[in-house]
């Protein structure tokens, strides 16, 4: 019972709860909020291109949907706040990419790009 509450709470849009269609089900991974991992609808996904850093040290631009809620966190957040928090994680180059959004043309390695 608990189970099947948790994943109909999912199918939700976390700002405005609107179900999505059958086929914005199958695209869950591409829709939710890269901070939250909650599913946010077209109307009030926000989405940013962030840089991250590979291991390799080279730079990887990827764009990233936010829900409304995490984004404002996150304008809000200091950054020598999140840098420490990267550090005591020991998580510097890690980011979540079962989360990210990306169409084929959105990634790019930035050294590519010069």
Known sequence: MERQQRQESAAVCVACLKRP????????RNLCCGVCSSYVCACC???KKL?????????????VAFCPRCYRE???????TVASQELLL????????????????EISLLDELN
Do not use: P
């Open 21 to 28: 269609s059958g086929t914005r089900r199958l695209l869950h």
């Open 45 to 47: 996904r926000i989405q």
């Open 51 to 63: 840089h991250f850093m590979m291991l390799d040290r080279k730079m990887l631009q990827q764009e």
């Open 74 to 80: 996150a304008l809000d957040a200091k950054a020598v």
């Open 90 to 105: 020991n998580d510097v180059y890690g980011w979540n990419e079962r989360c990210a959004y990306t169409s084929g043309t």
